[in-house]
């Protein structure tokens, strides 16, 4: 279950060390810069389509300030309609816009370790996605909403 983890420039250190956390626990993932330096729009949806298609869970890191990426809505977007586990994170406490509200935001280091919980609740209980999905079903897509209010509550909660 790969998770693919997408952010800009500006969130490169919470990206880099939030893919080292998940590595110490085993988990695989792939890091993948969106930035306007050097990449065409053709070359950020063909690694998008690749990354999203590879993963099971997405976590996108948002910039931090009120600056928003195109990119972060069509994520999204491609992530629901493949069933994939959706999750933010954010340093700060700014307010996000409204339509991210479904899903779960991390918002410090220790948020990291409540999603690494979810996600080997996920394997243990047999939620886990199982790649190539082909077309998705409502298992998965039920499965998908179990896991994001689950890290929602326990990030509520704080265990």
């Not at 629901?80 to 918002?107: H, I, Q, T």
């Not at 996920?122 to 199982?130: L, P, S």
């Not at 298992?139 to 929602?152: C, E, G, Q, S, W």
Request: proline share 4%.
């Amino acid at each position: 279950m790969p998770v693919f983890i997408s952010y800009c420039q500006e969130a490169q250190l919470d990206a880099f060390i939030l893919n080292e956390r998940l590595l110490l626990e085993g988990i695989t993932a792939q890091l993948v810069l969106f930035g306007d330096v050097g990449q065409t729009p053709d070359d950020l949806y063909g690694s998008c389509c690749q990354q999203m298609s590879d993963a099971t869970h997405w976590i996108g890191l948002l910039p931090a300030g009120p600056g928003e990426h195109w990119w972060t809505a069509w994520l999204l977007g491609a992530a629901v309609m493949a069933n994939r586990r959706v999750s933010f994170y954010r340093a700060g406490d700014e307010a996000l816009p409204g339509y991210l509200g479904k899903w779960p935001v991390m918002r410090e280091r220790a948020h990291i370790d409540l999603f690494v919980r979810a996600y080997h609740d996920e394997c243990t209980f047999e939620r886990a996605m199982v790649l190539p999905a082909g077309r998705g079903s409502c298992v998965d897509r039920d499965n998908a909403d179990f896991f994001h209010a689950d890290l929602k509550a326990k990030i509520r909660r704080g265990f």
